[in-house]
């Protein structure tokens, strides 16, 4: 089965600068890449998302692109803010089955003033 | 986007004990799925929960332990059976409204078992 492994477990960076979160996943048939942010004590949301057949996607202050032929993909946040702070995670998923996630082990990002 | 609820939002069970959890949503949507948040950890893929027929367990989650039913494209339950505090965690629905799209999460239902 699809196996995804993300880094770092925690990052920490002061606000204004950038944060990049970086995934691989291991089934070359996964097709859909979504990001979901996580706050204390509420449900993972949607963030961001791409699918194979785009190399990179942009909303506003957040970027994922997606490199097929390394499996990997990555998200970037720029100018953060500290309501950035939560924990993110990856996730991958095959044809047919966009909701049928694996995810990463999530990446916990402080942002400081 | 589909609107989720989940009840009970939180609950603590005596061990030996089953729960189930109610997953309900505004409008038909093809799929539902379960997923566990052990404590600090990420969320893993019980169960699809197919309308109509046997849910669809992953590696490592039986039907005896974790029952799902879906009697119709709105609702689902998932059962925590014969709880032991392993099985404190966060339980949580997922939804797909449309094939292909993205997955929404109910807001979980936090476990403790004592």
Known sequence: ???????????????????????????????????YKQELGKRPQLI??????????????????????????????????PEDSAVYF????????????TFGTGTRLQVTL | SAVISQKPSRDICQRGTSLTIQCQVDSQVTMMFWYRQQP???????????????ATYE????????????????????????????????YLCSVEAHEGTEAFFGQGTRLTVV
């Open chain 2, 59 to 90: 590696s490592g989650f039986v039907i005896d332990k974790f029952p799902i039913s879906r009697p119709n494209l709105t609702f689902s339950t998932l059962t925590v059976s014969n709880m032991s505090p392993e099985d404190s965690s966060i």
């Open chain 1, 48 to 81: 961001i998302d791409i699918r194979s057949n785009v190399g990179e996607k942009k909303d506003q202050r957040i970027a994922v692109t997606l490199n097929k032929t390394a499996k990997h993909f990555s998200l970037h946040i720029t100018e953060t803010q």
């Open chain 2, 40 to 54: 600090g950890q990420s969320l893993t893929l019980i169960a699809t929960a197919n309308q109509g027929s046997e």
């Open chain 1, 1 to 35: 089965g699809e196996n995804v492994e993300q880094h770092p477990s925690t990052l920490s960076v002061q606000e204004g600068d950038s944060a990049v979160i970086k995934c691989t996943y291991s089934d070359s048939a996964s097709n859909y890449f979504p990001w």
């Open chain 1, 90 to 101: 990856c996730a991958a998923s095959i044809p047919g089955t966009a909701s049928k996630l």
